[in-house]
């Protein structure tokens, strides 16, 4: 009998304990550019190119609005003199000064409130570290869902809410069709080659030709807006797969990986929702890192107190682990069809990267790359393409039965 905590921990002791945002370089990052990729009265992005990555953290202060981002140990060498910023572009101004300890300190002056994204793009040679900033306008204090899930966002809590507080939830009147969006996110990748077989067949190549495997197979569906969180061979962290997901407003979130064993005999495909350990030490997570954590699923939660916050995330993330358990038994039992199961039924656990509170979320385990047999499987491209179509086919299943409005 296999604990399936053990077998866990050899996979995922390296996912969990990976944080995009902790970098140990020895020198000091340098800020080499900052670049205006696009500027105007409602959103400015920007790219940060830095030599290292680094450790970062940002807020918000008002009177007046301003983003403060601040790099622990980075030098800054980008000119910030000639950027294409007005008084009429959401970001005015940026200035940087040094903070204690090493710290580069940026202020992005603001001309009105606004809500963040940071995102990552892949390493190049000359930049170790590329960060994309996105600011938005945030709409009013009310928001409005743009696309409602309503197995996800039920408003009846918020009618028993005190007559202070402005109801949150408010369904635009017509929703014109929209496609539903798949985020397929192949596990490791660069630095991180994840498990490998006695053949020295590496996880993170494996479970990158399955993905793009998938991923044309859901280019081909007209009703279906598809994107990885990596499209080649290099590292993103966990937090920053979340992120992707998000920023791209995934309907389903797909990770992909093979599993390993210190035997070589365990067999078997496997599928993984969020436990409800991690739901709640996620949930923990948004109340404590309340700039981080200010939308979901279209609701704003700026300004909401935190036992409406709590209830708010709560409740989304019951609906999220349901819808995340039906889309699981669609994908299991498609896989079923191809490939030995290691577990017939979706299994859950703690996964950082099945954490978001309103994206239905699951990791497949392909296969055993540990196992002789599944690793060649695994490395054959005839078999990938089956694997990809016994996903492709559950996640088909499931947006039948379980339909987002509006899609
Ligand atoms: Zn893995």
Same mark, same amino acid.
């Given at each position: 009998?296999?604990?399936w905590r053990?077998?866990?921990?050899r996979?995922?002791?390296?996912?969990?304990?990976t944080?995009?945002?902790?970098a140990?370089?020895?020198?000091?990052?340098?800020?080499?550019?900052?670049?205006?990729?696009?500027?105007?009265?409602?959103?400015?992005?920007?790219?940060?190119?830095?030599?290292?990555?680094?450790k970062?953290?940002?807020?918000?202060?008002?009177?007046?609005?301003?983003?403060?981002?601040?790099?622990?140990?980075t030098?800054?060498?980008?000119?910030?003199?000639?950027?294409?910023?007005t008084?009429n572009?959401?970001?005015?101004?940026?200035r940087?000064?040094?903070?204690?300890?090493?710290?580069l300190?940026?202020?992005?002056?603001?001309?009105?409130?606004?809500?963040?994204?940071?995102?990552?793009?892949?390493?190049?040679?000359?930049?170790a570290?590329?960060?994309?900033i996105?600011?938005?306008?945030?709409?009013?204090?009310?928001?409005?869902?743009?696309?409602?899930?309503?197995?996800?966002?039920q408003?009846?809590?918020?009618?028993?809410?005190p007559?202070?507080?402005?109801p949150?939830?408010?369904?635009?009147?017509?929703?014109?069709?929209?496609?539903?969006?798949?985020v397929i996110?192949?596990?490791?990748?660069g630095?991180?080659?994840?498990? *490998?077989?006695? /053949? #020295? &067949?590496?996880?993170?190549?494996?479970?990158l030709?399955?993905?793009?495997? =998938?991923?044309k +197979?859901? %280019?081909?569906?007209?009703?279906?807006?598809?994107?990885?969180?990596?499209?080649?061979?290099?590292?993103?962290?966990?937090?920053?797969?979340?992120?992707?997901?998000?920023?791209?407003?995934?309907?389903?979130?797909?990770?992909?990986?093979?599993?390993?064993?210190?035997?070589?005999?365990?067999?078997g495909?496997?599928?993984?929702?969020?436990?409800?350990?991690?739901?709640?030490s996620?949930?923990?997570r948004?109340?404590?890192?309340?700039?981080?954590y *200010?939308e979901? /699923? #279209? &609701?704003?939660?700026?300004?909401?107190n935190?036992?409406?916050?709590?209830? =708010?995330?709560d +409740?989304? %993330?019951?609906?999220?682990?349901s819808?995340?358990?039906?889309?699981?038994?669609?994908?299991?039992?498609?896989?079923?069809?191809?490939?030995?199961?290691?577990?017939?039924?979706?299994?859950?656990?703690p996964?950082?990267?099945?954490?978001?509170?309103?994206i239905?979320?699951?990791?497949?385990?392909?296969?055993?790359?540990s196992?002789?047999?599944?690793?060649?499987?695994?490395s054959?491209?005839?078999?990938?393409?089956?694997?990809?179509?016994?996903?492709?086919?559950?996640i088909n299943?499931?947006?039948?039965?379980?339909?987002p409005?509006?899609a």
């Amino acid at each position: 009998m296999l604990d399936w905590r053990q077998k866990l921990l050899r996979c995922l002791c390296l996912l969990v304990f990976t944080s995009p945002l902790v970098a140990l370089a020895s020198n000091n990052a340098v800020l080499k550019q900052v670049k205006v990729n696009t500027a105007t009265q409602n959103d400015t992005q920007l790219t940060l190119n830095l030599t290292e990555p680094a450790k970062y953290q940002w807020f918000f202060l008002q009177n007046p609005n301003r983003l403060v981002l601040d790099f622990q140990q980075t030098d800054n060498q980008a000119s910030l003199n000639n950027l294409p910023l007005t008084n009429n572009t959401i970001v005015t101004k940026i200035r940087a000064g040094t903070r204690a300890q090493d710290g580069l300190r940026l202020v992005l002056d603001l001309n009105q409130p606004a809500s963040i994204l940071v995102t990552s793009l892949p390493p190049t040679s000359q930049y170790a570290e590329r960060l994309i900033i996105d600011l938005s306008a945030r709409a009013n204090n009310n928001a409005v869902i743009t696309t409602p899930k309503p197995a996800t966002y039920q408003a009846t809590p918020l009618m028993a809410t005190p007559a202070s507080i402005k109801p949150v939830i408010s369904l635009p009147s017509h929703v014109p069709p929209r496609k539903l969006v798949v985020v397929i996110d192949p596990g490791h990748g660069g630095k991180d080659p994840g498990a *490998s077989g006695p /053949g #020295g &067949v590496h996880e993170k190549d494996v479970v990158l030709a399955i993905s793009r495997d =998938l991923y044309k +197979l859901l %280019q081909n569906q007209p009703g279906i807006t598809v994107y990885m969180t990596r499209y080649g061979d290099y590292y993103i962290g966990l937090r920053q797969r979340l992120q992707i997901a998000r920023r791209d407003k995934a309907d389903i979130f797909i990770a992909i990986h093979a599993d390993a064993y210190k035997d070589s005999y365990s067999t078997g495909a496997s599928v993984f929702a969020l436990s409800v350990r991690g739901a709640s030490s996620e949930a923990a997570r948004w109340l404590a890192e309340k700039e981080n954590y *200010s939308e979901l /699923g #279209g &609701v704003d939660l700026n300004g909401k107190n935190d036992t409406l916050r709590s209830v =708010l995330i709560d +409740l989304s %993330q019951t609906a999220t682990i349901s819808s995340s358990l039906w889309l699981g038994g669609d994908v299991l039992s498609q896989i079923s069809r191809i490939s030995p199961l290691h577990k017939d039924k979706v299994e859950q656990a703690p996964f950082v990267v099945l954490k978001s509170p309103d994206i239905a979320s699951i990791l497949v385990e392909t296969g055993f790359i540990s196992n002789p047999s599944e690793e060649r499987a695994l490395s054959n491209a005839a078999y990938q393409q089956k694997m990809a179509l016994a996903i492709e086919s559950g996640i088909n299943q499931y947006f039948k039965q379980h339909p987002p409005s509006s899609a």
